[in-house]
Nanobody, 126 residues
């Protein structure tokens, strides 16, 4: 019933920028949090960034701090990830995730999210 649809992935050269978007539908009310995860070849899924809806509090992984910025539209239940100064190691499938569960914890682990998008490929290459 809940659907998350990502867009904005593609091929970009090192130092370039991309903006990912995720639209949530199928459930009334705002989510507790939405986030972006990524999984590169042979690597585990990791949290890139997440944002709490009520407060707007955001978290960014150390590997992307200063380069990526997560934001949300609290009226549309959409979340974006602006990615600047992209590096080869940013290459991965990026997944949008959301939860409507009430929680005061940081919500930085994959199992804490209830819904997932299909993913969008980001490739950083010369």
């Amino acid at each position: 019933q809940v659907q998350l649809v990502e867009s904005g992935g593609g091929l970009v050269q090192p130092g370039g920028s991309l903006r990912l978007s995720c639209a949530a539908s199928g459930r009334t009310g705002s989510p507790t949090a939405m986030g972006w995860f990524r999984q590169g070849p042979g690597k585990e899924r990791e949290l890139v960034a997440r944002i709490r809806w009520s407060s707007g509090n955001s978290y960014h992984a150390d590997s992307v701090k200063g380069r990526f910025t997560i934001s949300r539209d609290n009226a549309k239940n959409t979340v974006d990830l602006q990615m600047n100064s992209l590096k080869v190691e940013d290459t991965a499938v990026y997944y949008c995730a959301a939860t409507w569960s009430g929680a005061s914890r940081p919500i930085t682990l994959a199992y804490e999210y209830d819904y997932w998008g299909r993913g969008t490929q980001v490739t950083v290459s010369s």
